[in-house]
């Protein structure tokens, strides 16, 4: 039997489920979501999430540790036209693996053949997103490629660090062992007290993740009720630039990764959890 959740959660809690692109995609498979603890669906949403770009002009800059002159130039081939949208802010989700619209995540009952396709390890354990860099045309209207670029991007900044192909995926391969060096190396110089790879729960989620998920769930349980208070929703509009509505529509939402509140009539968002501080 579903746990009864306050009518706000509850709407938040729907929001995800029907967000998240699940296989299958059925009544068995949405009613196994229902029944699962609030902090897990928003695990799972945001494993999903982090998975897109959120589109905005950044300085692309190259890890000269993984980069070389040569790689580049092989890579010519559609990098131009790739490197010109980064810069620019165009919309990158094209480039990334078509998976990211289809299987946000995959169920238990799913083919075996579908197993693992909706956790990106690279991305969860190195932090680094992998784009296709293909040239889109006639032959090729997905752009897809042999080439992968694999980018650590900030707010500012995308830092390419790596160019590889998909064997880079395959363990035990020449390339697999050679991006595999490459990671840890970047990793390493980027922590001033050794390197510590991010913590992966048995799940294959990031176990950062999942202790931000548990907190979101802590903070609106503990602030649902506020929501209908008057001297609190004045106190979030207090200094805002845009006028309290008369009849305030207060919702839980995501804003990328960042958990808040949204009034919805006033679109106004008020964050409360910040996952990335960057």
């Known amino acids: ?35 699962k603890p609030t902090s897990k669906l928003i695990l799972y949403y945001l494993t999903w999430q982090m998975r897109f770009i959120p589109a905005k002009p950044r300085q692309i ?26 810069a620019t802010g165009q919309d990158l989700t094209p480039h990334l693996s078509n998976l990211v619209r289809t299987k946000g995540i995959v169920m238990p009952d799913a083919s075996i053949s579908e197993k693992g396709k909706d956790l990106d390890k690279v991305l969860i354990r190195h932090g680094l997103h992998h784009f296709h860099i293909g040239e889109m045309n006639a032959q090729n209207p997905m752009g ?13 900044e995308f830092r390419i660090i790596a160019i590889a192909d998909h064997k880079a995926f395959m363990i035990d391969t020449k390339e697999h062992k050679k991006f595999s060096s490459i ?69 839980w939402y995501f804003n990328d990764l960042n958990l808040g509140i949204l009034e919805y009539r006033s679109r106004s968002f008020f964050c409360a959890h910040s996952y990335f501080n960057r």
């Not at 009518?7 to 009544?27: A, H, Q, S, T, Y």
């Not at 897809?144 to 500012?156: D, I, N, P, W």
């Not at 990793?187 to 992966?200: A, K, R, Y």
């Not at 990031?206 to 503990?222: D, G, L, R, V, W």
Request: proline share 6%.
């Open 1 to 35: 039997m579903c746990k009864i959740y306050p009518p706000r959660i509850k709407n938040f809690r729907d929001f995800l489920i029907k967000e998240l692109p699940r296989v299958p995609n059925n009544k068995a498979s949405r009613a196994i979501l229902q029944e």
């Open 61 to 86: 800059t190259f890890w000269s540790g993984g980069i070389t002159p040569s790689e580049l130039l092989t890579a010519r081939t559609g990098f131009t036209e790739f490197i010109q949208k980064v």
């Open 144 to 156: 897809r490629s042999g080439t992968l670029v694999f980018a650590e991007v900030f707010e500012k």
């Open 183 to 251: 990671c840890y190396s970047y990793l390493s110089s980027q922590s001033s007290q050794g390197f510590l790879t991010n913590p992966i729960m048995s799940s294959g989620h990031s176990y950062m993740i999942s202790m931000y998920a548990k907190q979101c769930q802590k903070y609106i349980e503990n602030k649902d009720a506020h929501l209908d208070e008057n001297g609190f929703i004045d106190r979030l509009f207090k200094g805002h630039p845009v006028q309290k509505p008369s009849k305030p529509d207060l919702r």
